[in-house]
């Protein structure tokens, strides 16, 4: 059964960093893309980042480009997040999905971050 | 970057009707590279149909996607009590993968 299982979530100050983890297991996590999506409360979801599997390419979405980091280590099954320079607006639950590939056919259950003073 | 219409905002319906999303592309979505995603209440989103039309695994065969180019609809022949939730479409044709802005199927 694939799992994927996020952490590293909570309050950060506008400005601010924070690191994101998602714990894969149950399918060859190197064998797929992954993505990190986002919903601010009460929102529709918004793409935010994906990875390739062997980690060579990767993408943004134009809000976070400069800002994020995605980055992945296969030998330990787990996809990263770097958020750098926080702002309001980057609070969200963020989600990891896995590619299909192309749709996200598995997601985890998302961690909260929340940007305030 | 490919903009996602949907419409209703939200649809009012009773179990057992059957419901009717859109979702409309600002451009030509590649390739038919469009899926549909159901999300309930304080859950993550889940996988329903992709490539326009086809159900992913364990999707049962109520839900139906079709439609290509710039016009998609997902259809659902008779609402199940489990089906009130929001439902959203994406492209991922490109990137960015954009999503549409959900529509609430609510039970009227």
Redesign the interface.
């Given at each position: 059964e694939v799992q994927l299982l996020e952490s590293g979530g909570g309050l950060v100050q506008p400005g601010g960093s924070l690191r994101l983890s998602c714990a894969a297991s149950g399918f060859t996590f190197s064998s797929y893309a992954v993505s990190w999506v986002r919903q601010a409360p009460g929102k529709g979801l918004e793409w935010v980042s994906d990875i390739g599997g062997t980690g060579h390419t990767t993408y943004y979405a134009d809000s976070v480009r400069g800002r994020f980091t995605v980055s992945r280590d296969n030998s330990k099954n787990t996809l990263y997040l770097q958020m750098n320079s926080l702002r309001a607006e980057d609070t969200a639950v963020y989600y990891c999905a896995k590619h299909l590939p192309g749709p996200f056919d598995s997601w985890g259950q998302g961690a909260l971050v929340t940007v305030s003073s | 970057e490919i903009v996602l219409t949907q419409s209703p905002g939200t649809l009012s319906l009773s179990p057992g009707e059957r419901a009717t999303l859109s979702c409309r592309a600002s451009q030509s979505v590649s390739s038919s590279?469009l899926?549909w995603?159901q999300?309930k209440p304080g859950q993550?989103?889940?996988?329903l149909v992709?490539?326009a039309s086809i159900r992913?695994?364990g999707i049962p065969d109520r839900f139906s996607g079709s439609g290509s180019g710039t016009d998609f609809t997902l259809t659902i022949s008779r609402l199940e009590p489990e089906d009130f939730a929001v439902y959203?479409c994406?492209q991922?044709g490109g990137?960015?993968?954009?999503?549409?802005?959900?529509t609430k199927v609510e039970i009227k």
């Open positions: - | 590279f899926a995603y999300q993550a989103p889940s996988l992709y490539g992913a695994t959203y994406q991922y990137t960015p993968r954009t999503f549409g802005q959900g």
